[in-house]
Each structure stands twice: as C-alpha cells, then as structure tokens.
Nanobody
Framework: QVNLVESGGGLVQAGGSLRLSCAASGSIFSINDMGWYRQVPGKQRELVATVTNSGSAYYADSVKGRFTISRDNAKNRIYLQMNSLKPEDTAVYYC?????????WGQGTQVTVSS
C-alpha cells in the first residue's frame, strides 16, 4: 500500500502562484510514474502533469508553460509549481502514483482561483 498526502492548496487571485506538494510513504518501491490530476464537480478527473522516475515530464495542453512538475526521489515527494493561475484552474488536485499492477491516489487538496 502507498499512502499519498497532498498539501499546499488554497485560495489565490488570478495571476498568482501556488506550490503543491505530495509526500509518498509505505510500499514506495517500484513506483514508476507520479503525477497530478484535478477534478471539478460534475466533471471527470483530468490529468494535469506526470513525471517519470528519471524526471521526464508530461503536461496537459491547458497548463503548459504555466505549471512545472518536479520529483525528489530521495524525499519521496513530487511538487507542482503553478504560476499565472486562472479561475478555470479551480479544482481539487489529486496526487497519483503508479506501479505496474496498481494505482494510488491521495485525498486531494482544494485550489481556488478568484477572478
């Protein structure tokens, strides 16, 4: 079992920045990709960004150039630096970790961007 705990969400004005953090614990061996997803009420959860073990990153088109994902394998953490935030970035952000045969989710952290 892998336990994921997110932190860093909050309320920010449009154009502002936030940094999300996700700490992994438990059976963290063999974790491959980690990433961030987000969900608003009534909509499907969507991918925001992922990062491989070696640090290769992938971003959704909607956040390219504004968000940066990073990974610290020594601390078992990933981060999401969010700049130039827009009201449409408002959502619950979830940390995700994948092994070959399992996927794990955190509880989520609310990000609210006011216009």
């Amino acid at each position: 079992q892998v336990n994921l705990v997110e932190s860093g969400g909050g309320l920010v004005q449009a154009g502002g920045s936030l940094r999300l953090s996700c700490a992994a614990s438990g059976s963290i061996f063999s974790i491959n990709d980690m990433g961030w997803y987000r969900q608003v009420p009534g909509k499907q959860r969507e991918l925001v960004a992922t990062v491989t073990n070696s640090g290769s990153a992938y971003y959704a088109d909607s956040v390219k150039g504004r968000f940066t994902i990073s990974r610290d394998n020594a601390k078992n953490r990933i981060y999401l630096q969010m700049n130039s935030l827009k009201p449409e970035d408002t959502a619950v952000y979830y940390c995700n970790a994948r092994k070959i045969a399992a996927t794990y989710w955190g509880q989520g952290t609310q990000v609210t961007v006011s216009s």
